[in-house]
């Protein structure tokens, strides 16, 4: 049982250059959340999908777009990475959009220079 | 706005030294409480839901409990094994998206 999966899990960018980070999720849940994770500060939500079909705005969506392509994945892009995009990225599912814990992937390091 | 706080940000034990973590937040709206751990390089792992003050729920050597204002996950004997990051998530009405995470104690148990 892989649970949530993110790719890659490293990636360097130079300023300027797009790209997608890929998650999917086997667990069958109904909800799924894009954060970032920076020193010093608290997993920021990005994007969420709380049921396949839909997408909404989080705490920090500038610069990011998503893509729910099925009940199991949802993509984070980036169209024209900036240097303040430089974190570590998490994708994460709950089964429902109630309170309930959650399953986070291993995360993607993503430097911009 | 929702506010978490957690202290202290960073402890050093040492194996056996039993020690206490904090985590205080604003108060109304409140749903319920997680606490997640989180080792170097992964994900947040899931410990515990708390959803009334005066709950407690154990795992191994960990405690939580929650009060009205705050919430605290006691750590009994810890082993080098329990060093990582202990998020809290305090969780508000409107579905998981209102969850706020603290940014952590990073905790060191030293042999």
């Known amino acids: 049982n892989a649970g949530v999966t993110q790719t890659p899990k490293f990636q360097v960018l130079k300023t300027g250059q797009s790209m997608t980070l890929q998650c999917a999720q086997d667990m069958n849940h109904n909800s799924m959340y894009w954060y970032r994770q920076d020193p010093g500060m608290g997993l920021r939500l990005i994007y969420y999908?709380?049921?396949?079909?839909?997408?909404d705005k989080g705490e920090v969506p500038n610069g990011y777009n998503v893509s729910r392509l099925n009940k199991r994945e949802f993509s984070l892009r980036l169209e024209s990475a900036a240097p303040s995009q430089t974190s570590v990225y998490f994708c994460?599912?709950?089964?429902?959009?109630?309170?309930?814990?959650?399953?986070f992937g291993q995360g993607t390091r993503l430097t911009v220079v | 706005e929702d506010q978490v706080t957690q202290s202290p940000e960073a402890l050093r034990l040492q194996e056996g030294e039993s020690s206490s973590l904090n985590c205080s937040y604003t108060?109304?709206?409140?749903?319920?409480l997680f606490w997640y751990r989180q080792d170097p390089g992964k994900g947040p792992e899931f410990l515990f839901t708390?959803?009334?003050a005066g709950e407690e729920k154990e795992k191994e050597r960990l405690k939580a409990t929650l009060t009205k204002k705050e919430s605290f996950l006691h750590i009994t004997a810890p082993k080098p094994e329990d060093s990582a990051t202990y998020l809290c998530a305090p969780a508000y009405s409107g579905g998981y998206q209102k969850v706020t995470f603290g940014t952590g104690t990073k905790l060191q148990v030293i042999p």
């Open positions: 708390l959803y009334s």
């Open positions: 108060v109304s709206g409140l749903r319920g």
């Open positions: 994460a599912s709950i089964p429902g959009q109630m309170n309930t814990e959650a399953f």
């Open positions: 999908s709380a049921s396949e079909g839909t997408t």
